[in-house]
Nanobody, 123 residues
Framework: QVHVVESGGGLVQDGGSLRLSCVVS??????MAWYRQVPGKQRELVAV???????AYSDFVEGRFTISRDNAKNTAWLQMDNLKPEDTAVYYC???????????????????WGQGTQGTVSS
C-alpha cells in the first residue's frame, strides 16, 4: 500500500517562507508534484518534478518557489519564499508510479495523493 504524507505547513506573515515536505512510502515513484486548493476553487498545479530532476512551475510562482526531491528517500520538498496572502491554501503532494516524457502532465496521471497541509499567509 502506498502512503503520501505531507508536512511543513503553518502560519507565516506576508513575505515569509515555508518549506513543505512529502514522503512517499510503499513503492518508488516517477513524477511528483505539488498542488494547492482554496475553498470554492479548483485545485491547481504549483510545481512538478520528474525523477530525473526536470521541473516546471505555474506562472503565479514567479520564481518564489523551488521544488526538489531525493529519489533514494522517495521525498520531495517545496520551498516557498516571499509568500503572499493569496498563497494561502491547502497544499497537496501528488505522485505517479510512472515517469512521462513531458514534465507537465494532467492531474489524472497522479495515482497517489496526500491529505494536504495548510499554509496560511497573513497580511
Amino acid at each position: 500500500q502506498v502512503h503520501v504524507v505531507e508536512s511543513g505547513g503553518g502560519l507565516v506573515q506576508d513575505g515569509g517562507s515555508l518549506r513543505l515536505s512529502c514522503v512517499v512510502s510503499g513503492r518508488s515513484v516517477g513524477h511528483m508534484a505539488w498542488y494547492r486548493q482554496v475553498p470554492g476553487k479548483q485545485r491547481e498545479l504549483v510545481a512538478v518534478i520528474t525523477s530525473g530532476g526536470n521541473t516546471a512551475y505555474s506562472d503565479f510562482v514567479e520564481g518564489r518557489f523551488t521544488i526538489s526531491r531525493d529519489n533514494a528517500k522517495n521525498t520531495a520538498w517545496l520551498q516557498m519564499d516571499n509568500l503572499k496572502p493569496e498563497d494561502t491554501a491547502v497544499y497537496y503532494c501528488a505522485a505517479s508510479p510512472r515517469s512521462f516524457p513531458s514534465t507537465r502532465v494532467g492531474s489524472q496521471k497522479y495515482d497517489y495523493w496526500g491529505q494536504g497541509t495548510q499554509g496560511t499567509v497573513s497580511s
